[in-house]
Nanobody, 116 residues
């Protein structure tokens, strides 16, 4: 059974940092492109980053470039999202999924709230 479990969210002040984890079971993460997505209240879900399966190339949406870093630990079958210099507009529910996203693989997400 395929499962993606996101964790690591929380409440942080502007300028703070968090590291999100995406642990996979039922498939090998390294065999797929994996993306981080987020959905803020009242907004559409958007892609944040994507790490390719072929060569590990990583893509970021413009608003997080220079602040967020995606990495993959194949031994743990886990993908991470290191988020630095967080802003209130980063507040959202964060998810990971294969890219293209599979509807059955959306997990519960992990909430990130950036507020003073």
């Amino acid at each position: 059974q395929v499962q993606l479990v996101q964790s690591g969210g929380g409440l942080v002040q502007p300028g703070g940092s968090l590291r999100l984890s995406c642990a996979a079971s039922g498939f090998i993460l390294d065999d797929y492109a994996i993306g981080w997505f987020r959905q803020a209240p009242g907004k559409e879900r958007e892609g944040v980053s994507c790490i390719s399966d072929a060569d590990g190339t990583i893509y970021y949406t413009e608003s997080v470039k220079g602040r967020f870093t995606t990495s993959r630990d194949n031994a743990k079958n886990t993908v991470y999202l290191q988020m630095n210099s967080l802003k209130p507009e980063d507040t959202a529910l964060y998810y990971c999924n294969q890219v293209p996203a599979k509807s059955d693989y959306w997990g519960q997400g992990t909430q990130v709230t950036v507020s003073s």
